[in-house]
């Protein structure tokens, strides 16, 4: 069964430099993939690819087995973007109804219900809403669409708190529904909270796509030891270990058996664990000063 | 540390640079060709025979009044200042809207206004660029008569009336930029205000009782001015102090309100009309809507005025059977009869209405570069689906506009009292359309290859070929370079059939450029 979503080797150049660079992803219906990378890295180019705005220098982007682009694969795909540009002179409700038309399918009932949760004034002209409230258009629509595939660029900035949590749930919403969705955000908060898989880029490359707690074994745990535990640095498995008042602040990357092992011999008073948050997974990832990880 | 005022002063220059060397070079070339058909035209001589023609009413009306064409520099004044100053005044107001409420559209204004510049200086830096663009324009026409072998004095006031005229442009861009929002509405009021200021002008010089009406246009003050006939001096103080009055209130407006906003502005929430918005199709006519609104007014107002001076033409030449001879001999044959003179008046309705199919057209241009496609395009429509939406509705509000104008021009001729069918005015108009599919063709290919641009090169390509088409044959030029034009190939509909040879390649060229287009346009990246 074809993905909801795939790209397959997908590369695209602009004057001679690769954006994006063989880039294999998939996305299946029910999955939440989150897409994380810093600024410039390529995720707006490969979603705009996906969306067969850009076409692709060599490779290709699918949408539910159709090359993108095409009709069937934009009837069945929803957008965000970051930066929503519409007419100023439409109201958010012509908007919303615009975007509907031309995708073929708008439930009403839940169009009126994301109205009320994201609390916009539908009959306020796109010229005159903030930027967090042109969002909440493009989401409105998008969400009301009941698109089987969403492509979300950066689709919550611009919105408050609340929002976020309403948008959310959105996303939960549609996950229950079998609806696929990628979500290229910075939010790493989001991402690790919605997201089962996250793929990551950098300058052009999927340095990897994993689970969340998959991504943790690549950075590994952190274990904070107090007592006489002597020196743990060239134990198996630590990557690094820094002092503390009372103790060491050690990283173990894989099996802590071998830590372990070394502890035992030591006068150890406590011993406390963290496994890696996403944010640090993510600053890890991109650390020039770190090679990527495998 | 670099000078604050003079960083913006920098970058309004690089906003404005490639449009200003555009009309530049623009005024040359038609001061260039002006000095040189009336050489070819046998000079002062040559011209004396004009006399009766440069003092009928008709005549006057369009290209201003003058008393003698004794120079180079009286006949570019007369032949070409009149639709060079309203290129010039166009170019200067689309400018003005541009750096001033373009920039606060697109947020950049933002940026210098919470800056160390400050809001009032960076407005007055963008003012005096504007106004320097002008001075270059005024500049250019100076040198390129004084090459042509004018007087130096004659030559520096008219170049220095071209400059008020540019400032006047640069003045009414900016007021329009205080009241309207966003940019395209300040430049449509600004352009609407000058086609004003053109036709009072045109009226004031159609008939001796409406002379004070010049009184109140800067093209009446240029006229006024008159460099190389009667040089009125005093002329340029309205020319010059108003436009920078103008300015100076516009400058003081932006100080009383928000940045952003503007003075006049619709309610920011509306009833939701979904009724156009169901397809593509729809919606490319809401899009145009105000566009098509103000086009058909503006071209209306012209059918009438143009309508209404067929008398004045006609009286002349049943009493002055001298006159007609002379008209047929300067190459204004056609114009002896209320028939010719409608046929005339339609080749020049044919260049406003490809002024205008370029202007509905590149806006899906325009929505592609600024990122309004991406979301239509995301949500079900093709690119190829978008581009033929937009061309169906130029093609059919462009036939239907025509035909309005067709019916004002009829109604103007009525008014006037000549006896005329509205088959002549429909069968001339009917015929300014025979272009419109090689325009469209050509349009398609080029907002296909350049979005950014397409307008400027439409807009360049036109103004050049109806200057081969006008003058070349005046000056004698090659077949092959007259042929390129195609209102050379415009027959005079309805005193002659039309050209339907050069009308079927024409649309040949415009169906491959076309499909050209499409081909491209629809491959080619968004956004980019």
């Not at chain 1, 810093?38 to 979603?47: D, F, I």
């Not at chain 1, 796109?126 to 969403?150: D, H, W």
């Not at chain 2, 107001?93 to 200086?121: F, N, Y």
Request: proline share 4%.
């Amino acid at each position: 069964m074809a993905h909801a979503l795939e790209a397959r080797k997908l590369t695209k150049v602009f004057g001679g430099a690769p954006a994006v660079d063989s880039l294999e992803l998939s996305v299946d219906a029910g999955e939440v993939v989150g897409f994380l990378g810093p600024n410039g890295a390529g995720k707006t180019t490969t979603l705009r690819m996906l969306l067969g705005l850009l076409r692709p220098t060599s490779g290709e982007a699918m949408i539910l087995g159709h090359r993108a682009g095409t009709a069937y694969a934009r009837e069945h795909a929803a957008y965000v973007s970051g930066d929503v540009s519409l007419w100023p002179q439409l109201t958010g409700r012509e908007a919303i109804a615009f975007l509907g038309s031309l995708h073929g399918s708008l439930d009403a009932a839940y169009r009126d219900r994301l109205i009320e949760i994201f609390e916009l004034d539908p009959e306020k002209r796109i010229r005159a809403y903030s930027k967090g409230n042109r969002q909440k258009v493009a989401l409105v629509a998008a969400f009301a669409t009941r698109a089987e595939v969403l492509l979300l660029d950066e689709p919550t900035s611009g919105l408050d708190p609340l929002m976020e949590r309403v948008f959310r749930d959105c996303i939960i919403e549609a996950q229950q529904r079998g609806q696929a969705v990628l979500l290229s955000s910075h939010m790493i908060s989001e991402v690790e909270h919605l997201c089962g898989r996250v793929a990551m880029i950098r300058s052009g490359k999927l340095v990897s796509v994993a689970d969340v707690e998959e991504l943790g074994a690549h950075v590994g745990t952190e274990f904070e030891i107090t007592g006489d535990v002597g020196d743990l640095r060239g134990v198996k498995g630590v990557t690094s270990v820094s002092a503390l008042p009372d103790g060491v602040r050690v990283q173990v990357v894989g099996s802590p058996d071998a830590l372990l092992q070394a502890l035992a011999k030591t006068h150890v008073t406590s011993l406390r664990t963290k496994e890696a948050s996403l944010e640090e997974i993510f600053l890890s990832f991109y650390d020039q000063s770190t090679a990527p990880p495998s | 540390m670099s000078r604050a005022p003079g960083s913006v002063h920098t970058l309004v220059w690089r906003q404005i640079r490639v449009p200003t060397v555009a009309i530049a070079v623009l005024v040359v070339l038609v001061v260039r060709v002006g000095i040189s058909s009336y050489s070819l035209s046998g000079g002062a001589r040559g011209m004396a025979g004009l006399r009766p023609v440069i003092e009928n009413p008709a005549v006057s009306a369009l290209y201003g009044r003058v008393t003698s064409l004794h120079s180079a520099g009286a006949f570019v004044e007369w032949k070409m200042g009149m639709f060079v100053a309203l290129a010039v005044a166009m170019w200067a107001a689309l400018m003005a809207t541009r750096v001033t409420r373009g920039s606060e559209d697109d947020g950049t204004w933002d940026l210098l206004v919470v800056s160390r510049v400050g809001r009032q200086p960076a407005l007055a830096s963008a003012m005096l660029v504007l106004f320097e663009a002008g001075a270059v324009v005024g500049a250019a026409t100076w040198l390129t008569l004084l090459s042509g072998g004018q007087r130096f004095s004659d030559c520096g006031l008219y170049g220095i009336a071209i400059v008020g005229i540019a400032w006047s442009g640069v003045a009414l861009g900016l007021l329009g930029s205080q009241f309207f929002a966003p940019r395209r509405s300040a430049s449509q009021v600004a352009l609407c205000v000058i086609g004003l200021f053109f036709i009072l002008r045109v009226l004031a010089d159609g008939s001796a009782r409406n002379v004070a009406l010049r009184w109140v246009s800067p093209f009446g003050w240029l006229e006024n001015v008159g460099a190389f006939h009667h040089r009125e001096v005093v002329w340029l103080v309205p020319l010059l102090l108003v436009p920078t009055g103008t300015a100076l209130t516009a400058w003081r407006l932006q100080r009383a309100r928000d940045v952003g906003s503007a003075w006049w502005t619709r309610a920011d929430r509306s009833r939701a009309r979904e009724s156009l918005l169901r397809t593509p199709w729809r919606f490319a006519w809401r899009e145009r809507w105000g566009m098509l609104f103000a086009w058909t007014v503006g071209l209306g107002v012209l059918g009438v005025v143009v309508g209404y001076l067929t008398n004045a033409l006609v009286q002349l030449c049943r009493t002055d059977p001298g006159y007609v001879k002379l008209l047929k001999r300067w190459g204004f044959g056609s114009m002896v009869t209320g028939r010719g003179f409608i046929a005339e008046a339609c080749v020049l309705f044919a260049v406003a209405l490809s002024f205008m199919v370029a202007a509905l057209l590149v806006s899906v241009g325009t929505d592609s570069y600024q990122g309004r496609l991406d979301l239509p395009l995301a949500y079900g429509t093709s690119r190829a689906k978008w581009l033929a939406s937009g061309v169906v509705t130029t093609v059919v509000a462009t036939a239907v506009i025509a035909m309005l104008c067709a019916l004002a021009t009829w109604l103007g001729v009525l008014v006037s009292g000549t006896a005329m069918g509205l088959r002549a005015p429909l069968e001339g108009m009917a015929n300014a359309l025979t272009l419109v599919p090689w325009l469209i063709g050509v349009s398609i290919l080029l907002i296909a290859l350049t979005p950014r641009f397409s307008f400027l090169v439409i807009a360049m390509m036109l103004t050049v070929f109806y200057i081969d088409a006008v003058l070349g044959p005046i000056m004698r030029w090659p077949e092959w370079l007259l042929d390129v034009s195609p209102f050379f190939h415009l027959h005079l509909v309805p005193v002659v059939s039309s050209n339907w040879g050069a009308t079927l390649s024409l649309t040949l060229i415009g169906i491959v450029a076309g499909a050209l287009g499409f081909g491209v346009f629809a491959r080619r990246d968004v956004g980019h």
